[in-house]
């Protein structure tokens, strides 16, 4: 896997090597000069996401940034790219070739003061960690009696459409939904990444950062000073957009509810279909947990038609959850059973077989059709 | 791996473990200890044991000691504080054992046998320093000063854990096994990054070394040249199966080579040679030497729980050649032919540990009400949308629930 992506940072080499404080002082520098080259620019999701790992740094002493590569290479896929250098060793570094050993580490870290993000390098690679996510990050807090909080980030690249060969296109999302204590948050934009790590990184709980690696890419013109302004006023006020799903295109006839990588297929779609003279509302649902029922219910309520759509396989998925929970709020208000566009129930496919897996646009727009339309 | 007392002291704090040079690490052990890297990290030819089963106290050329593996005697004063909680320890036991068979515990994993391990785990540690234990390990927890019925909550069944950790220092008594270790790593591993002198100790048993957290924390722990001492009570069986199919190491203080740690053997039921071990370790561990693993040699007296047979898989006669190995009546007469104990002395430890027992019947005993509510209150630090209508759905229900009762009871 050689990703593409090269996030330019500006972070100097003046990688501060004392403890926690001084390197702390020491990137307020580089940091500073993060700042200048901002202003509305085209940017990638990738150096979104990056900016916000380096703008938590910066502010809080306590958060940490380790996993596999993440150090000197910046990542396999540049996402950590230049911490390292800009806050030093002790702040962002490489462990042991072991996720369990780096998710039960950020444990004790987190019991013990600290904020860490960790990265598992690839969606597939983090089952060796699973009984830790299950039996301790996401039972502590409610073990404990809210006593122990743990306020740390696994960040999972996940799911396909890169072409990645096995074991690395799995959407795994489901199996952390499923899982009650964890918050599982999946951006689609660019700027959802600088806002949606940097609230993953303030939350007190613990949350499951699930970034589509096919959007890594993907680009936008984003203000990152106004990022930073909104995610600093939001800290004052005590206010978030936690848990909030957003209306990615407004429409009429029909609601696509989608998340992560599943957004730019359901706005093309949607795209597609306006030139049709269909007019379909694009939900980005962001927090898969919590879930925003308030945003979905109320679109399909307006709309009267649904079509979920994810990548992970349908049975006994998050897209099934969706569909039930709209199917118990919205019953009289809907003209035809909800559809699900997903992938198949199969192994994720080898390179070569991915574009008939992933859901696509025909294959909205078909299960569009199918929303009975007569009258 | 380096045994420098501290990096950062001598301008290495960013040196990785890769640069550091061997013969530098060699020429360091050779400075601090007189011995070679390898016979630092090897446990000694024999297990440490300063007080035979019978109580008296092994020659000094007998105790197992060897040049580079030296243990002083603990002090008076820190043998008879931790023979006191090595009696309160056994009847802690007990009475636990008694209140499962009146059904008034729904579970309890007794550590007869093993309380100078227990003991010793507790008491090596001082204020500041973190202790994680197994389900088995409610004595040690007791023995850092939680209290007993806390200690004792998450085998009654109201709640999974009934102590702060935070504020006792001490991890909820884990049951996934081995997972517990990464925690003391992580905690200690925060700790050395704010610059602060924190030890941890971790504790697991012989069946734990086959998991695979085993390996990654103690990994870890070496790799971060973290202050954390892993102590393994090999109390021979994991649940039934014998430790010869868990590993067929030389020993599972052994171990510690392969990681670049020090290990050391012990008899775990000789509460002195655990204090002198585990005092080193700490030392040690504080000086900036790095993770220690210590392995103890005890024995699990009872079932694995109430709910196990332990006649099913091994024989009487072993366990009453156990019993002769008693921790207790070991340092009962060790201390006793020393002068340190007398009637008067027993007579009021026996009293402490009677009056826990009365704590442990009386809070164990009481109905405790449990609110139905809790199971939505602390699974987030705020309630998600979801959970709150869930917590409604239930209040509803009982609410509905009780007044067809009041209109029954009419």
């Known amino acids: 896997m050689s990703p593409a992506v090269s996030t330019s940072s500006e972070a100097t080499e003046t990688a ?28 990638t999701m990738a150096k979104a996401l990056n900016t916000a790992m380096a703008d ?12 596999e590569d993440v150090g000197r290479l910046g990542g396999v896929f540049r996402i950590t790219d230049g911490l390292m250098a800009t806050f030093g060793e002790q702040r962002c570094f490489d462990t042991p070739l072991a996720e369990s050993g780096i998710v039960g580490m950020a444990v004790g870290m987190a019991m013990n003061g600290m904020r860490p993000v960790i990265e598992m390098q690839f969606d597939a690679f983090a089952y060796p960690a699973f009984e830790q996510i299950v039996s301790h990050v996401a039972k502590m807090h409610n073990r404990t009696r809210g006593t122990v909080k743990l306020p740390m980030v696994i960040r999972v690249p996940y799911a396909g459409g890169i072409g990645g060969v096995e074991h690395h296109c799995d959407s795994s999302e489901s199996y952390y939904a499923h899982t009650a204590g964890l918050k599982v948050y999946t951006p689609a934009t660019v700027a959802d990444g600088y806002r949606m790590l940097r609230e993953a990184i303030d939350s007190d709980d613990p949350v499951m950062f699930m970034e589509p690696k096919k959007l890594y890419w993907s680009k936008d013109q984003v203000d990152l000073d106004a990022l930073r302004a909104e995610h600093a006023a939001h800290v004052s006020a005590g206010s978030s957009s936690e848990g909030r799903a957003a209306v990615a295109r407004q429409g009429t006839d029909a609601t696509l509810i989608a998340y992560g990588p599943s957004v730019p297929t359901a706005l093309a779609a949607a795209a597609a279909a306006a030139e049709e003279g269909r007019s379909l509302e694009v939900i980005d649902v962001r927090s898969i947990v919590p879930f925003d029922d308030e945003t979905v219910s109320a679109s399909v309520r307006k709309t009267g038609r649904a079509v979920v759509i994810a990548e992970a396989h349908g049975f006994a998925s998050v897209s099934s959850e969706i569909v039930a929970r709209v199917q118990e709020r919205c019953f009289h208000y809907l003209a035809a059973p909800i559809r699900r566009v997903t992938g198949f129930d199969v192994p994720y496919p080898a390179p070569k077989l991915e574009h008939y897996y992933l859901p696509s646009v025909d294959r909205i727009l078909d299960a569009v059709d199918d929303l009975q339309w007569e009258n | 791996m380096t045994i420098s007392a501290d990096h950062k002291e001598q301008g290495l704090a960013d040196a990785r473990p890769d640069e550091m040079d061997e013969n530098e690490q060699a020429s360091e052990v050779r400075r601090k200890f007189g011995i070679s890297v390898e016979d630092y990290m090897l446990p000694a ?73 227990q003991v010793a785990a507790a008491l090596c540690l001082r204020e500041g320093d973190w202790l994680f234990p197994t389900y088995r390990d409610a004595v040690a927890v007791m023995s850092r000063g939680v209290d007993p019925v806390e200690a004792m909550t998450i085998f009654r069944g109201d709640w999974h854990g009934g102590y702060d950790p935070a504020k006792h220092k001490v991890g909820i008594q884990c049951t996934p096994l081995t997972t517990q270790l990464l925690h003391a790593v992580g905690v200690a591993h925060a700790a050395k990054l ?65 990681y670049g740690m020090a290990g050391e053997r012990v008899d775990g039921n000789d509460l002195v040679a655990l204090l002198a071990v585990l005092d080193r370790a700490v030392k040690l561990a504080r000086e900036g030497s790095g993770p220690l693993l210590v392995e103890a040699h005890t024995y699990r007296m009872q079932a694995h729980t109430n709910a196990d047979d332990a006649t099913r898989y091994r024989e009487d006669s072993e366990v009453a050649a156990w019993m002769a190995k008693d921790p207790i009546t070991r340092m009962t007469a060790y201390l006793g032919g020393r002068g340190l104990l007398d009637d008067e002395g027993s007579a009021r430890i026996a009293a402490k540990a009677e009056g826990v027992a009365t704590q442990l019947r009386e ?36 609410a509905r629930e009780a007044s067809s009762q009041k209109e029954a009871g009419k």
Do not use: W
């Open chain 1, 16 to 43: 501060a090597t004392g403890d926690v404080s001084s390197a702390t002082a020491s990137a307020a520098a580089s940091a500073a000069a993060v700042a200048e080259a901002s202003g509305p620019q085209t940017i």
């Open chain 1, 56 to 67: 938590a740094m910066e502010a809080d002493s306590s958060v940490l940034v380790f996993g």
């Open chain 2, 45 to 117: 030819r024999h297990q440490i044991q300063m007080v035979d089963p019978s109580g008296a106290l092994n020659p000094q050329g007998e105790q197992g000691a060897e040049p580079g593996h030296e243990y002083p005697i603990p002090g008076d004063t820190e043998l008879m504080a931790a023979y006191e909680q090595l009696v309160v320890g056994r009847r802690v036991n007990d009475q636990n054992s008694a209140l499962v068979r009146q059904g008034r515990m729904a579970v309890y994993p007794s550590s007869h046998g093993q309380e100078a391990c």
């Open chain 2, 194 to 258: 704010r610059g602060e002198d924190t030890v941890v100790l971790a504790m697991c048993g012989d069946g734990a070394t086959s998991e695979g957290d085993f390996h990654e924390a103690l990994n870890f722990a070496a790799v971060f040249h973290l202050p954390v001492i892993f102590f393994v009570q090999n109390n021979k069986y994991a649940i039934s199966v014998p430790l010869s199919h868990q590993s067929v190491a030389p020993s599972l203080a052994h171990k510690a080579v392969g």
């Open chain 2, 363 to 398: 809070g164990l005993g009481e109905e405790v009400p449990v609110d139905p509510q809790n199971l939505f209150r602390y699974v987030f630090s705020k309630p998600t949308p979801q959970l709150k209508e869930q917590s409604a759905l239930l209040a509803d229900e009982l």
